[in-house]
């Protein structure tokens, strides 16, 4: 889904949140995290033949080097390398991982794409983002990062889309982001 | 405690209020995605008039407001078990005086649904047919005929996503291709033609944001490197006018680009359009901006820079209980900072209103559209919403 928050903005207001509204109200405080809660998203799912993926067959061999250190290693944060094109609510906070769906919800099988760079071993991956599925919003870690995301019409680029389609039920809970293999050319900005 | 009942003192049980009309000209609707409904506010007091719900999904969808049959269209999704079971999509209908659910068409289960909501859907010039897109991911469009109340038929768009309204049997889309189509219905509201413009402009260097705003025939559309295409929908197939740039070359060296979600605005009488923006690189492209640019569409240049209003304040105001017109509420106002807004609406008056939010936060800036003056907040709008719609009289 979309859900259009920005990360930097939501940092600059939690920062506010802390140093001035300390003592205001805890209603406030419950508010701000309802406010989260409702910023519903979109995941995405798995398009492996797609030709917009063109992941190079055969360049999984390895996978992309995770020994990262700093939020950019941690799949639990919006730094993590692999969101660079996530709208939503992150699996790995929601009792599932950076690549399984949490207890209960099923995997999108259609999905969106971003192209994603490894920040150590300096290559790019297609990176799906399966939504998981079938039980409301998570509500934890939400993150809206939109590097090289284009519109609806452009659908497998696109992150605003509920991406629950082809499934029981089409309700969003969170997003994965699983490596599809070494991108042959980079995310359309860099 | 005893009380008699029946006396002359005691109010009357069971009264239910209706939506004061005529309506002014001032009115808009709130979507909030957490409580799945909107609330119908009026600008001019910001005093809430009155509510419809908004089914399952990810935005809330917006009402879609029809003064002409007093009615108010919603566009749903349910389950029969709640958040499992089979899924129905139906149009409810709602009266705009009373906000009673007056009835609902079903239409087939596979209306998209997206983060933002924008162009889900279309009230169609006349207010006989809305347009619905779905998307499972094949894209099509489902014609409802409100006059019959009866759902037409599914239109098989492959490729083109939005409907944006043209005429009373036609509305735009926009595709994959980089093209635009125009799909024209039949007087019963089958699909008459589809008609594609050719290609004019690039979906991955430069694409077309969704969020266009109506000009009679013409839906102007801004890319995300900050060109404003106008497509012409009246003729035999859409017709796109050579673009022009919202952005100086100093500008765009500072960095200056659109963004947000609804984030453009067009006063039709003036020719005023009002767009929000922000500075950032590539992929910016959805964050809220501090500034609502002002732009007169014919002679292509902008006219007025406005600051978006500090949606923050109207956002906790009623949380740490500070009169509005306090001294306290003017030191918060200046010290808190803006977060700007993504979404903004005008309202076709001579004397427009300007509505912006935040997405995340619940209030409601309003300013005078031609002064820029943040006249007041609509608050406790809710808790996280994308859209604003306002309703003409």
């Given amino acids: 889904m979309s859900v259009t928050f920005d990360p930097k903005a939501r940092r600059s207001l939690d920062r506010w949140c802390e140093d001035a509204a300390r003592g205001l109200a805890r209603r406030f405080g419950r508010r701000s995290f309802l406010s989260r809660l409702g910023l519903g998203l979109v995941g995405g799912a798995a398009l492996p033949l797609l030709p917009v993926a063109r992941a190079a067959p055969g360049a999984r061999a390895g996978g992309p080097d995770e020994d990262i250190t700093g939020p950019e290693g941690d799949p639990t944060k919006c730094e993590y390398w692999r969101y660079c094109a996530i709208d939503g609510l992150l699996c790995s906070c929601c009792g599932g991982s950076v690549t399984s769906c949490p207890p209960g919800t099923e995997m999108g099988p259609v999905t969106w794409i971003g192209t994603c760079r490894n920040p150590k071993d300096g290559k790019d991956y297609v990176i799906s983002y399966n939504d998981c599925c079938g039980k409301t919003l998570c509500g934890r870690c939400f993150c809206n990062r939109n590097e090289g995301e284009r519109p609806m019409y452009h659908w497998y680029r696109n992150n605003d889309i509920n991406w629950c389609m082809g499934l029981q039920s089409q309700i969003y809970h969170c997003s994965t982001a699983l490596v599809l293999g070494v991108a042959v050319e980079g995310q359309p900005e860099k | 405690m005893h009380v008699s009942a029946g006396t002359e003192d005691a109010d009357a049980w069971g009264q239910v209020a209706r939506v004061p009309m005529p309506a002014g000209p001032h009115r808009v609707w709130v979507n909030d995605r957490v409580f799945r409904h909107s609330l119908l506010f009026d600008g001019d007091d910001g005093r809430m008039l009155g509510a419809v719900d908004a089914g399952l999904g ?336």
């Avoid at chain 2, 589809?194 to 290609?199: D, F, M, R, V, Y």
């Avoid at chain 2, 705003?213 to 490197?225: I, K, M, Q, Y």
């Fill in chain 2, 58 to 393: 990810l935005s809330s969808k917006p009402p879609y407001p029809a003064p002409g049959r007093n009615e108010v269209y919603v566009v749903e999704s349910f389950y029969s078990r709640g958040h499992r079971g089979q899924r129905t999509d139906v149009v409810t209908i709602y009266d705009a005086t009373s906000l009673s659910a007056l009835g609902d068409v079903e239409i087939p289960p596979r209306v998209a649904d997206t983060g933002h909501g924008i162009a889900l859907a279309a009230l169609l010039d006349g207010e006989r047919f809305l347009a619905v897109f779905n998307q499972a991911p094949g894209s099509s469009v489902s014609i409802v005929d409100l006059e019959e109340r009866r759902f037409v038929e599914e239109i098989t768009t492959g490729g083109c996503a939005g409907v944006y309204p043209v005429g009373p049997r036609r509305f735009g889309m926009l595709c994959g291709d980089g093209t635009a189509l125009l799909v024209e219905l039949d007087e019963n509201g089958r699909k008459a033609s589809l008609a594609p413009s050719e290609k004019f402009f690039d979906v991955v260097t430069d694409p077309l944001t969704v969020s266009g705003v109506r000009d009679g025939g013409r839906w102007l559309f801004a890319s995300f490197e900050g060109f404003l295409h106008a497509v012409d929908f009246s003729g035999s197939a859409p017709k796109p006018a050579e673009p022009w740039s919202l952005f100086t070359a100093s500008e765009r060296s500072d960095e200056w680009r659109v963004g947000g979600v609804q984030h453009l605005a067009f006063h039709g009488p003036t020719r005023r359009l009002y767009s929000v923006v922000h500075q950032g690189g590539p992929g910016t492209h959805k964050d809220p901006g501090p500034e609502i640019w002002v732009y007169d569409v014919d002679r292509k240049e902008r006219v007025e820079q406005l600051d978006a209003p500090n949606v923050l304040f109207g956002f906790i105001r009623p949380f740490v209980g500070v009169d509005s017109t306090s001294f306290t509420a003017s030191v918060l106002r200046t010290l808190l900072p803006s977060p700007g807004v993504h979404s903004i609406s005008v309202t076709q008056d001579e004397a427009p209103l300007l509505f912006a939010r935040n997405t995340d936060l619940g209030s409601v800036g309003v300013l005078d559209a031609r002064s820029g003056e943040h006249v007041r907040d609509l608050e406790e709008v809710g808790l996280s919403g994308t859209m604003l719609v306002t309703v003409a009289p």
